[in-house]
C-alpha cells in the first residue's frame, strides 16, 4: 500500500516563501509522475498546481504559479518537494501531494493522494 506523506505547510505573509515536501512510502517507488495539487477554501474543484517526471525529471506547472512555484525531486529518498515563493493570498488552500502519469496529475485524476497540508498566505 502507498503512503505519500506531506510536510511543510504554515502561514506566511505575502511575498513569503514555504517549501512543502512529500515522501511516498509502501513499495518500491517508481512512479510516472509526481506533483501537487491544491484546493482553495470555498472552492469545488482542486487545482492542478506542478509535476515532475519522475525518471526524466521534466517539470509541468499550472499558469497561476509559474514562474514563483519551483517543483524538484530526491528520488533516492521517494521525496518530492515544492518552493513556493513570492506568495500570494490566491494560494491559500490545502496542499496535496498526488502520484500517477503527468496527464493524470493536470487532469487532477492521480492514481494516490496524500492527506494534504495547510498553506495559508495572509495579506
Known amino acids: 500500500q502507498v503512503q505519500l506523506v506531506e510536510a511543510g505547510g504554515g502561514v506566511v505573509q505575502a511575498g513569503g516563501s514555504l517549501r512543502l515536501s512529500c515522501q511516498a512510502s509502501g513499495r518500491t517507488w517508481n512512479p510516472y509522475a509526481m506533483g501537487w495539487l491544491r484546493q482553495g477554501p470555498g472552492k469545488e474543484e482542486r487545482e492542478f498546481v506542478a509535476?515532475?517526471?519522475?525518471?526524466?525529471?521534466?517539470?509541468f506547472y499550472g499558469d497561476s504559479v509559474k514562474g514563483r512555484f519551483t517543483i524538484s525531486k530526491d528520488n533516492a529518498r521517494n521525496t518530492v518537494y515544492l518552493q513556493m515563493t513570492s506568495l500570494k493570498p490566491d494560494d491559500t488552500g490545502v496542499y496535496y501531494c498526488?502520484?500517477?502519469?503527468?496527464?493524470?496529475?493536470?487532469?487532477?485524476?492521480?492514481?494516490?493522494w496524500g492527506q494534504g497540508t495547510q498553506v495559508s498566505v495572509s495579506s
Open positions: 509535476a515532475v517526471g519522475w525518471n526524466i525529471g521534466t517539470t
Open positions: 498526488a502520484a500517477g502519469t503527468v496527464l493524470g496529475l493536470m487532469k487532477v485524476t492521480p492514481d494516490y
